[in-house]
């Protein structure tokens, strides 16, 4: 079951990524810091190839919430109504994507989708929040939603941020059964948000 999790995984992300990839490419030349958004789901695919196995649910929730939570965000469209600048938005894209590409290159090839235990880290970007990478996923595409404004993007956004701590809290059952995890939990107080949550 877990094998055909793992390869579940990877031909629902691959053909999602090429898609938004091929949907943004066009304005690249309008907005190059969306290159940034781009590269960030590239390097999730490669470790994604990569993956470590590991203790992965099996449950159908945990499951639904994981794909929902990566597909969603990846249906957003380049259209929409300007609300900052570009140079606003680069920021949030900056900081969104440098938090999110170093969660990743941390966990390495402990990356997945699906809830899993696949090592505990506790280090790097890991001692601010608990899931650093859905928060700055969160940062990425409030830059690229507030360039792009619309009710469909806004949707997808609210969708995928719901499913983003849904995820969290479903990875964490898993993770908590691991001593180690508990421990790092009890000194990271926060899932997304320093301070907040």
Same mark, same amino acid.
């Given at each position: ?8 995984e ?17 304005e ?6 969306f290159?940034?958004?781009? *590269?960030?789901?590239? *390097? ?5 190839l ?8 099996? +449950? ?11 597909? &969603?965000? @990846? ?7 300007r ?12 900081a969104g994507?440098?938090?999110? @590409? +170093? ?8 990356f ?7 090592? *505990? ?21 409030l ?7 619309s009710?469909?993007? &806004?949707?997808?956004? +609210? *969708? +995928? ?8 809290v ?21 899932r @997304? ?5």
């Amino acid at each position: 079951m877990t094998d055909l999790i793992r390869w579940g995984e990877r031909l629902f992300l691959i053909p999602l990524s090429l898609a938004v990839i091929l949907r943004l490419a066009p304005e690249l030349g309008e907005h190059p810091h969306f290159v940034l958004f781009l *590269v960030s789901e590239l *390097v999730g695919v490669a470790l994604l190839l990569l993956q470590r196995r590991g203790e992965t649910t099996t +449950a159908f929730y945990p499951i639904l919430i994981a794909f929902v939570g990566t597909g &969603v965000a @990846l249906l957003v469209v380049p259209t929409g109504q300007r609300l900052i600048s570009d140079q606003a938005s680069l920021a949030l894209i900056l900081a969104g994507s440098a938090i999110a @590409l +170093a969660a990743k290159l941390f966990l390495g090839r402990s990356f997945g989708v699906v809830p899993a235990n696949r090592g *505990v880290k506790a280090a790097g970007v890991y001692r601010f929040v608990r899931h650093p990478m859905y928060a700055g996923y969160m940062i990425n595409q409030l830059g690229f939603l507030l360039v792009f404004f619309s009710l469909h993007n &806004v949707v997808i956004y +609210a *969708v +995928a941020w719901t499913t983003l701590w849904l995820r969290a809290v479903e990875e964490e059952k898993i993770l908590c059964r691991d001593p180690a995890y508990q421990r790092y939990a009890t000194q990271v107080r926060f899932r @997304l948000i320093p301070g907040v949550a």
